[in-house]
């Protein structure tokens, strides 16, 4: 009996969390309130193993109080939405991160690399930067979920490079499925003069192919305009996002850790960096256009929303760990960062 009940409440505790909405609205709930039914709901699984397996079995009492305290979180959580609107202060987010030690902790998800099964993986990760000074490295990477070994390049990132002046350039590992062995794309395209400047970057990839092209894997736009793409042949090279349990290093941006066996962490950059999302589908030209121009909404509810942070408001609470829009990541600032009221 004791375990029906919570196991129900449990599925009460899953089903508010999934399906409440997070914000700083009226009648919306502060994204940090999540925190209280994932609490609740760990310590209920915990009871549920408790009442099954231990020995001697807990009282009466003990499992009344399992049941009390899985309801009276439920209270709680109920009991912090909002009866106003939350004041914001807009604002932008700089990280000092060209010495490579100030930079942003996405943790670790498998939403950031995996979007379905191998060969029939599509995605796009879009986001803003304005880079005001570069570290000592070729590379400023915006944003990184990739790694590599000697056998295996997994997940993607997105990054200025010195090339020619200044390209703006997309990675991600791949997978040659005909013989096993690991690959890689780098499509990149020139940009000159991008310091001190907002910039719109977006990599849209799909290995099904784009347009109805198996051929036509990804596109690369700056600003809403398209600038690169990438075509793959044979078609059997596929993105690799199989490898993910083979590292344990978060996902970051200003920035990466360069590989699997140390803790090593270059090219980072000072600068800002706002609107980053991760899609699980392949997002056409008309979206891009619209999220450049700002009338693209995206509120956390998308079914295809791997993850997204806007960084374009100072938290209420804690400033350097922001909950992303669909409630289920959290993004850490380590270092060196501040944010910059923006006067209207």
Known sequence: IYIDQLE???NKMKDLQKNSEYGEKKGQYPTESRAILTDAIDDANRSVLLIKYQNPVPSEQEKQRYVASAKSAIDKFK?????????????????DGKGGNSYIDFGRSEEYVKFGEQGHQSFTVELWVKVTERGRWDNCLFL????????WRNGWMMYWRKDDNGVYRTTWGGLNTTNGDRDLWEPKFQISDDLNKWQHFVAVYSDEGLDGNSTLRAKLYLNGELKKEETVS???????SG???DYSKPMTAFG???????DLYEEGFSGYMKKI??????????????SYEGTAEVTGKETDLAAGWDFTSKPSGTDNEIIDLTGRHTA????????ERILE
């Open 332 to 339: 850490k600032i380590i270092g060196t960062y501040k944010w």
């Open 79 to 95: 009991g912090t939405i909002r009866t106003e609107d939350a004041e914001t202060t807009p604002a932008e987010l700089f990280v």
């Open 243 to 245: 490898h993910y349990s």
């Open 256 to 262: 990466r850790y360069m590989r699997v066996s140390d």
């Open 144 to 151: 990184c979920s990739y790694m590599s070994d000697s056998s």
């Open 234 to 240: 044979p078609t059997t090279r596929v993105y690799q």
């Open 277 to 290: 999302r991760i899609w699980k589908t392949a997002k056409g030209a008309d979206y891009v256009k619209q």
């Open 8 to 10: 129900e409440l449990i």
